[in-house]
């Protein structure tokens, strides 16, 4: 690469000045011998296990380097200077964690000779057991975790990127605090499986490991009220290396919906959500904010007897990954009840797809009118008022009136949004879901592969009783490519959510945290909560 990053640090060490100081590494990066033995176990796959550094071949390759900085005097004055430093919250599908800007220009001196140092010394001490001509810049920044704060799994690919390293300037540290750097395992397709090693933080230790298409790991949520867990982080760059394709997953399987008329919504829903004019003025509403949330939706015996019915311990549950995308559980219906087996009746039933298109005013059904047809009409009495010439062709179709801003004219070039288009030209609405359980530690992100498309996205929850947003647990909606959130859907009990989204719009679910347990003084048996989630499709 011969262009330098915007931010990397470069090799220049720190300004000379009345307070410069020196980074001294520990000696064990000078000792030819163990340098030579490191990097020939490194080659071969095999572990080092030296009191002074450490090195591991699963689930990727790694390696611990205790005492990193010679001096204790200067690990203290570095960690002060960095406290020191302005830190901005950060908080989006992946992550929650307060992070300095970037540390390559920063002139204060510990921070500059910690630079230096990475940049000369330690570089070349990478270079030589890693095999990796390694550039002379790095990306470097700050973090600090705290109660609650998460870094969710992730590969940390990024072109050029060779070797991430992580020192740590923390407080005596347990696991039992959390922030551990939690390594995962992989599939044949190159997707995370399982943590299969955790490495607590520990006071001047400095963790290095290879960014490879199947690095990946986490940062666990930070469980200590009262310590920080700060860091000094960043990456080392090289020659690109070529990567796997992007493993493609299959989607939920879509499907028509069921032949069942309007009788199953009178024994369902709340009967101010069949009232015509109830109807009219919901569909007014979506149109004008592409969401709504309709509140006690189902009968209050009905909602009751779903809550009760899904605590039965006969059902089965299986996670549902890979972590890199989510992770929650989701049921298996043939396990289910008959009354949930006929609630996801309901929720595909030819009633309820009607009922949608009067919610929203999409075509979900064949009876409801199109946006062609309201053209139509409006055309012919244009025509009988004002004895006008016959009307043009037929212009090609508008998207919805009511759609997302942030639309775009072309295709998604993903297999699931492929997929998607393909089954609704055949002109059959479909839809596709799944029955979901959430506690501590789920969460699901905006990935790659996520399908882009347009939908009418439909939330129900049971079980929320004083659910707080601090929890976590939203459904975020966000713009493609960006951290802002253009809409929140809170969990709440007895409550439909209905959101229509097009190709730039993602979303995911927060991770939920700690705080969650919180709501046992409340509720001592409530460590969970459901819900049922729909998409349709035109």
Known sequence: MGSKRRGAAAVAGPKRGKREARAE????????????????????????????????????????????????????????????????????????????????????????????????????????????????????????????????????????????????????????????????????????????????????????????????????????????????????????????????????????????????????????????DSQAQIQEEFEERSEILLKDFLKKEKYQLLCETLENKDIQWSSRGPANKRLYETAEEDSLPDILKKFLQFLRSEALFLLLSNFTGLKLHFLAPSDEDEDAEEGRAADTAVHSSPKPEQEEPEQHADSNPHQSDQPANIPEAQDSEMQNSSGTPVCAGELRRWTHGHYSLVHDAQATEFALDLLFFCGCEDWDPEYGGFTSYIAKGEDEELLTVNPEDNCLALVYRDKETMKFVKYINHRSLARLKKHPNRTRFWDFSFAYYE
Request: net charge negative; hydrophobic share 40%; glycine share 6%.
């Open 25 to 276: 590494l520990c000696a064990a990066l000078r000792d030819a011998a163990l340098r030579e033995r490191a990097a020939a176990v490194w080659g071969r796959g095999e572990p080092l296990r030296h009191e002074a550094a450490a090195v591991e071949p699963t689930p990727f390759r790694h390696g611990v380097i205790p005492g990193f900085l010679a001096g204790p005097a200067f690990a203290e004055a570095l960690r002060d200077e960095l406290l020191g430093l302005g830190f901005r919250r950060r908080s989006n599908d992946l992550l929650s964690l307060r992070q300095s800007e970037e540390l390559g220009g920063r002139p204060e001196p510990h921070v500059a000779a910690l630079r230096h140092a990475l940049c000369e010394e330690f570089r070349a001490w990478l270079s030589a057991v890693t095999q990796i001509e390694l550039e002379p810049t790095i990306d470097i920044s700050c973090a600090k975790y705290e109660y609650t704060d998460v870094l969710l799994c992730h590969d940390d690919e990024l072109e050029g990127r060779r070797i991430a390293f992580i020192l740590y300037l923390v407080p005596p540290w347990e696991k039992s605090n959390g922030g551990t750097l939690d390594l995962y395992s992989t599939d044949e397709h190159f997707q995370p499986q399982q943590i299969v090693k955790s490495l607590v933080p520990s006071w001047n230790t400095l963790v290095f490991f290879e960014v490879s298409p199947v690095s990946f790991h986490q940062v666990s949520e930070v469980l200590s009220e009262e310590k920080c867990r700060l860091s000094v982080s960043g990456w080392f760059h090289g020659p690109s290396i070529v990567r796997p394709a992007r493993h493609t997953e299959a989607p939920l399987p879509r499907s028509p919906h069921i032949p069942y008329d309007h009788e199953i919504l009178y024994e369902w829903i709340n009967l101010v959500y069949l009232d015509m």
